[in-house]
């Protein structure tokens, strides 16, 4: 079958569905490419009528909100074992010094780590459980995850969507330019939250460490 008429035969349900699940699992602090397939899905429909882009952002939106809020009471039952615990099964993504450097990110901002924490692919993991975790008063939690998810979702749906219409005369069927730029945008994020990390690290050792005491003559 031709690649053309195997997207146009593509359930648009299926896609819905695996959007929601995909960044709501992400969201739940499970490491999973959720901006990824969200770009994918939006140039999917620019190019493929019958996948609803409102109805995309919309399952999109609805995945990170009740993914966060899922990862919120997690952390919170689950408390700090719970980061040592995830640190044990994903040490890439929850090392002690990204767990150090996303803590102070919501003891300096608060509320709004968790709006702008989702905009980052590293953090995003981590906004529910370490809002949870930290006893963030969860109507401003809500209040930051709600908002958040529907300016990442939302907006990532329609930029991307308009961007597939717009180009779709050279873009043809279907361009993986979106993946590749999505993919860009998400190692350059890690990268730069990778290098923060490592100095939160340093900077938390240094704070523990016990005075230096000069040697006796």
Known sequence: M??????????????????ALVIGV?????????????VSSALLASQQGHINPVVL???????????DSIGYAIGRKGGRPL?????RKFPKHFSEGHVAMA????????????????????????A??????????YWKFLIANVLGGICWAG???????????????????????????????GVVSMLVVKNRAKKSMAQAEADSAPDQVPAAD
């Not at 980061?83 to 640190?87: E, F, Q, T």
């Not at 749906?157 to 945008?185: D, P, Q, R």
């Open 83 to 87: 980061l040592a615990w995830l640190g």
């Open 57 to 67: 952002g919309a399952c999109a939106t609805a995945g990170a909100v009740i993914g």
């Open 155 to 185: 907006g990532t749906t329609a930029v991307i969507y308009y961007v597939g219409i717009v180009a779709e005369s050279w873009l043809k069927n279907f361009s993986y330019l979106g993946l590749v730029a999505a993919l860009l945008i």
């Open 26 to 38: 992400e969201s739940l602090g499970i490491p999973l490419p959720g901006e990824i397939v969200l």
């Open 128 to 137: 529910g459980p370490l809002a949870g975790v930290l006893h963030m008063p």
């Open 103 to 126: 803590e102070r990110s919501f003891q300096k901002w608060g509320m709004w780590a968790v709006f702008f924490g989702r905009f980052i692919a590293l953090l995003r993991i981590f």
């Open 2 to 19: 031709h690649i053309q008429e195997w997207l146009e035969n593509i359930p648009a349900v299926s896609v819905y569905l695996l959007v």
